[in-house]
């Protein structure tokens, strides 16, 4: 598999944990593991279905959260804060490339899929 694609299915693969986490959605999806950066949405458990906006505002409100943390840790290591050392503002950055670049392929798949219906004869 290439690299994209692996990205996008980890994304859509956190879409549906975050869901099963929500207050409001359905039981039987697995939880969000603690490597995902979503841990806030652990534990919680619901019995209504979400719509997809919602999800998807979820997760991009997620993305922003670790573009966040590592924007803090970043500017709190170059402020000589000795409580951070430059791993976990690497690995705060990481976190929030690939996150970002995840939610990119998904907009780009959203975008495919709504123009292949849109051109479906009907």
Known sequence: MDV???????VLSQMRNM??????????IDQVNGNSGISKLQGLEGTQETGFGEMLSN???????LSDQSTQLSSA???????VDIT?????????KISFEAVTQVRNKLVTAYKDIMNMPV
């Open 4 to 10: 994209g694609r692996v990205d996008v299915n980890q």
């Open 19 to 28: 869901r099963a986490e929500m207050p409001n959605a359905t039981h039987g």
């Open 59 to 65: 997760s991009i409100n997620a993305v922003n959260e």
């Open 77 to 83: 290591y170059s402020q000589g804060d000795p409580n």
């Open 88 to 96: 976990q503002v690497m690995v705060a950055m990481q976190k929030s």
